[in-house]
């Protein structure tokens, strides 16, 4: 059974939401954007349950930041793991944040601000 992780689950689960692959992460990204309003949830594996991705219905945009191994098909005609949760929670709520390295690692390890990722996914 899949669920989700909420760093600050005091707070309503609504407005501009980033997505991230596990608590661990979730932390480190609500830590480094400390801004209420955007709500940081982690999920278990980079294919969350419907039930998982139904308790997200009050965030939008969504900013989906998985590691980069949910970019890679896994078959001939299948979907992503990224596209395939695109899809669950609708293509125009969502703006996709791509990297190389682990959100946690270009935090912690590179000392990377995660706001321009975010503001490059904006425009996008």
């Known amino acids: 059974q899949s ?51 139904e308790q997200l219905k009050d965030l939008e945009p969504i900013y989906v930041w998985l590691d980069e191994d949910a970019f890679i098909r896994e078959g001939k005609g299948k979907e992503t793991p990224v596209e395939r949760i695109c899809r669950m929670l609708g293509r125009e709520r969502v703006r996709v944040v791509q990297r190389r390295v682990k ?18 996914a904006r425009s996008a």
């Open 3 to 53: 669920y989700l992780y909420v760093p600050l689950y005091d707070l309503p689960l609504s407005g501009k939401g980033v997505l991230v692959e596990g608590e661990f992460k979730a932390i480190i990204m609500e830590q480094a954007l400390d801004n209420p309003n955007y709500r940081v949830v982690g999920v278990q594996s980079k294919t969350p349950s419907q039930s998982v991705v």
């Open 103 to 120: 959100c946690d690692d270009l935090i912690v390890q590179y000392k990377v601000n995660p706001w321009n990722y975010l503001r490059m």
